[in-house]
């Protein structure tokens, strides 16, 4: 197909995910196995290739079972509880936990134990919600969608905190509805900035292109984020786990094609997907 193709050279994974997985692939060149506490990265592709390296997912329940074993704590962080067993089962633990997820947990912890209310705006069940919720004994409030909050008695003032990866502009409006209804609100903007900064950056890329093809897992909240993102600002733009989900009818000839993915998405798949597009 006669196409221009160009890949977003700010998208790709995150310095935390880089991280974790250059942390599992070291040990896993140097022993050929590795346990790994829930999906290293919210990416099937990334995922099975470290697999075939050695790397083997387990949840929290096949934890439990290990003992005088290794295993990999993911960028996402965990709540005290998983360090707890890992002590009392003789499980070295490598954390990989991201340094900026560490401080959030840090701060939830410190507010829940001044005893103040909290509200942690993030996705539930989400592996880093569950690590920040596990700092305040899990009576932390978790909010996905606003309208949850009709669900509580609110007190007269809370702490709000918020999953690292959430769209900024939602974090502001929680905030505001909070006070709308009366709450003081002790403000904790926890985005990492290098999610949050794309946010920018990626608006200027997706508005130079006649399509956009937004790469990344189907689990991945920050790719739902900045897929969002994209399709405001270019309505032409289409959602790929991998290169097998492209449809030739999106194209024309001759159109302009930006590549673009989320802080889980690796390089080599986004150069992937460029490549199918050329093919097709």
Known sequence: MNVQVEIDNNSGFCFGVVYAIHMAEEILDETGHLFCLGDIVHNDEEVERLRKKGLEIIDHDRLKTLTNERVLIRAHGEPPETYKLAL???IEL????????LKL???????????????IYGKHGHAEVDGLKGQTNGEAIVIEKFDELDQYQLPEKVQLFSQTTKSTKNLYALKGLLESKGVEVDFNDTLCRQVSNRDG?????????DKIVFVAG???SNGKV?????KEVNEHT???SNKTELDKSWFNE??????????????????DVKQAIINL
């Open 201 to 209: 950056e990626l608006r200027k890329f997706a508005a130079k292109y």
């Open 218 to 220: 189907k689990k991945s």
């Open 226 to 230: 900045l897929h969002d993102v994209c």
């Open 238 to 240: 289409f959602f790929v």
């Open 254 to 271: 001759g159109d302009s094609i930006g590549i673009c993915g989320a802080t889980s998405t690796p390089q080599w798949q986004m150069e």
């Open 105 to 119: 947990q840090n701060r939830v912890r410190e507010a829940y134990n001044d005893q103040e209310p909290i509200i």
């Open 88 to 90: 009392d089962n003789n």
């Open 94 to 101: 490598v954390d990989a936990s991201c340094p900026v997820v």
